[in-house]
């Protein structure tokens, strides 16, 4: 076993409010007081280059570097004009922080909860394979693996075979809040898959409560392309009836929520009863107006999500909107790896869902 208080973190910018819940979690979990975060000095030039500096030595220690590189709330100037961070500027970040503590730390993880360019996993014809080539960047730049939560595709890590690539799933902390917040009935409630890409998502979540599941699949339009896709011409549903059913459509992500409002129209005009959202990462891509006119609607009821990524605070202010705090999970996955113990229990735990669930 690892000495314990080889651990450091360093903690981005974009993943502050997280980062610190993570490193008091671990100083509960291992019952002191000592401080596990180093600091770091994260600079953007007015050209838009930036640089690192490491405040503090990590020599001999090992590193958890935590970035949340879709937080679009971290501004910067640049030529006079105010810039939102990007996911692309996030992700350079993390390099420089690699090459900042590269060859003195011991070993370095890189956590990202949201993996990034995750959507762009596989190739069709011409386009770039963006998240394979990320994952080789920081495995050639001598990282010891990678944390991630719920990737969009996990095959992804095929491309680096020899890189150790842990994938949890914060399901078990979504549930606690939903079955605190909701009257739950196995016998009329229904998981339900919005496209195919999600189906193992919803059966993970299915087999937890003990209920049926249903899947959408989208029709396209493969004659065009808008904004570098083939449009969904319909949302075409299979399984069991919806009928006075309670609804949890379950994905990775919910980008605009977009599709996730048209699949729950669909619901109920099928005579759905209510309908909930479980999603791992809410981006409200394009704001918040679609889910609010849903909500005001009576076609959603509530988006059950988490802490791991950037969520403006008058969208956490929404009725509709609920919150699990991951940082517990998180701080046992770093704390178990630090220690060189298993992860196995945790890589998609369910223990507390299953005392809860009987009680209802």
Known sequence: ???????????????????????????????????????????????????????????????????????????????????????????????????????????????????????????????????????????????????????????????????????????????????????FDPLNTLVISPDTGAMDRARFLADILHVDVGMFYKRRDISKIVNGKNPIVAHEYLGKDVTNKTIIIVDDMLASGGSMIDVAKELKKRGAHKIFFFTTFALFTAGYKLLDEAYQKNELDAIYSTNLTYIPKEILNKPWMNIADCSEYLAKIIDNLNKGNSISNLIKDNSAINQINYKN
Request: overall charge positive; some cysteine; glycine content about 4%.
């Open 1 to 183: 076993m690892k000495d314990k208080e080889n651990l450091c973190l360093i903690v981005m910018d974009n993943c502050k409010e997280l980062g610190l819940k993570v490193n008091k979690e671990i100083k509960k979990i291992r019952k002191t007081e000592n401080n596990y975060l180093i600091p770091a000095d994260i600079i953007r030039f007015n050209d838009g280059e930036g640089k690192v500096t490491i405040l503090e030595t990590i020599r001999g220690k090992d590193v958890y570097i935590i970035s949340d590189t879709h937080n679009y709330g971290i501004t910067y100037e640049m030529y006079g004009i105010t810039h939102n961070m990007s996911p692309d500027e996030h992700f350079q970040d993390i390099k420089r922080v690699i090459s900042a503590i590269m060859g003195h730390a011991k070993s370095i993880r890189v956590v990202m909860p949201f993996l990034y360019a995750s959507r762009q996993h596989r190739r069709k014809s011409r386009e770039s394979l963006d998240c394979a080539l990320a994952l080789q960047e920081l495995k050639n730049l001598g990282i010891s693996g990678i944390v991630t939560f719920d990737a969009h595709d996990p095959n992804v890590q095929n491309a680096i075979p020899t890189l150790p690539f842990d994938n949890f799933f914060p399901t078990n902390d979504m549930l606690k809040i939903f079955l605190k917040k909701e009257k």
